[in-house]
């Protein structure tokens, strides 16, 4: 059975009082900060702001309290942690081109991090932790990828988002906390920044669309993503903290089973004739989602199409 955005808020409240978002200020963090508020909950942010922004927050007058640090740091954890039953662990570098030139910061802020973020939230009591993972783990498999594909990390980022996963099965196999970790495709949506090369393709290409500019294609465009609007993501991530009988760290696919090529979406935003440059190390070919499990395990199912999104960030989609 799907369950509806705001009967997900409704269940929410009940079961949660106090959440800490690391990343909250982040593109998808700020996004489920805006999601625990409409449920009620309390929300405590902790982000160094390294590719967040405080404006993300800034329409909420009260409810989230901010605390500016590096999940790297104890005192900024057990600051953020302090009171929380949960912790939706978002904060991550997360480029898969900046991990090839800078693998031991992934190692550290990801894999490192998400151990140490563990260790605080246990301290603290939450009784569960729900990790930010990614469909990079599943490397160049064929799709649709179940999350019975072997896992076959391509990238440092890759690499470093599963060690975060298995620190988030140890953990729960101790006992220790409960853990869940959802595994987004490609999340799309509003705030994602369109300043920065790592940015998620939808955000790049709309914003020199909007300036009539050339969009560069690595590769030969064939290439597919499965896109997911973060409104889908938020209520999803809702629906894992809640879930009752699926925390021992469960790998669980986010995305919507539908594949979409880069030049079918530059031509969806009306793009411009694409250039063309070598594809990138690490870059994958196919990626999109078996969604089965998050819908028998969470009853979760996406429900935003893509031209139903991209209108979310002022395109018009051409049929
Ligand atoms: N956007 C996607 O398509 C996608 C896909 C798969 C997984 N993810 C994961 O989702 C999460 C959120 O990604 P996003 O797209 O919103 O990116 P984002 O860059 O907007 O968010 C990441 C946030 O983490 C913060 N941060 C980074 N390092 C930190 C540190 N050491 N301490 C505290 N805060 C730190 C950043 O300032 C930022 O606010 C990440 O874990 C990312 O790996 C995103």
């Given at each position: 059975m799907i369950v509806s955005a705001s009967s997900v808020e409704e269940q929410f409240r009940a079961m949660f009082e106090r959440v800490c978002v690391t990343g909250g200020a982040g593109f998808i963090g700020s996004h489920l900060v805006d999601g625990l508020r409409r449920a009620g909950a309390t929300v405590v942010v902790l982000d160094d702001l390294s590719t967040g922004r405080r404006e993300n927050l800034?329409?909420?007058?009260?409810g989230v309290d901010f605390v500016e640090g590096s999940i790297g740091d104890a005192t900024a954890r057990e600051d953020a942690v302090a009171?929380?039953?949960l912790v939706m662990h978002l904060a991550s570098r997360v480029s898969v081109a900046e991990s090839m030139s800078e693998p031991e910061l992934y190692r550290r802020v990801v894999g490192t991090g998400t151990r140490e973020m563990l260790e605080s939230a246990v301290a603290a009591g939450a009784r569960r932790l729900v990790l930010a993972g990614?469909?990079?783990?599943?490397?160049?498999?064929?799709?649709?990828?179940?999350?019975a594909t072997t896992p076959a990390p391509a990238s440092p980022y890759a690499e470093a988002k599963l060690v975060a996963e298995s620190h988030c099965r140890a953990f729960a196999e101790a006992g220790r906390i409960a853990t869940i970790c959802p595994r987004f495709f490609n999340v799309y949506g509003?705030?994602?920044?369109?300043?920065?090369?790592?940015?998620?393709v939808i955000a790049i290409f709309a914003a020199l669309a909007a300036r009539g500019e050339t969009p560069v294609i690595?590769?030969?465009?064939r290439q597919t993503r499965d896109f997911i609007h973060v409104e889908d993501v938020v209520r999803g991530l809702m629906l894992a903290a809640m879930?009752?009988?699926?925390?021992?760290g469960e790998a669980v696919n986010f995305g919507t089973g539908r594949g979409t090529d880069l030049l079918e979406l530059a031509r969806v935003l009306r793009a411009g004739p694409p250039r063309f440059e070598a594809a990138r190390d690490g870059d994958i070919r196919h990626s999109v989602a078996d969604p089965g499990r998050a819908a028998r395990l969470l009853g979760f199912e996406t429900e935003i199409d893509l031209a139903t999104g991209l209108s979310s960030i002022g395109h018009r989609p051409t049929s």
């Open positions: 800034a329409h909420h007058a009260d009171g929380c039953d990614s469909c990079s783990v599943y490397g160049d498999a064929p799709p649709p990828i179940s999350e509003p705030r994602q920044r369109a300043d920065s090369p790592y940015s998620g690595f590769g030969d465009g879930a009752t009988d699926t925390h021992g």
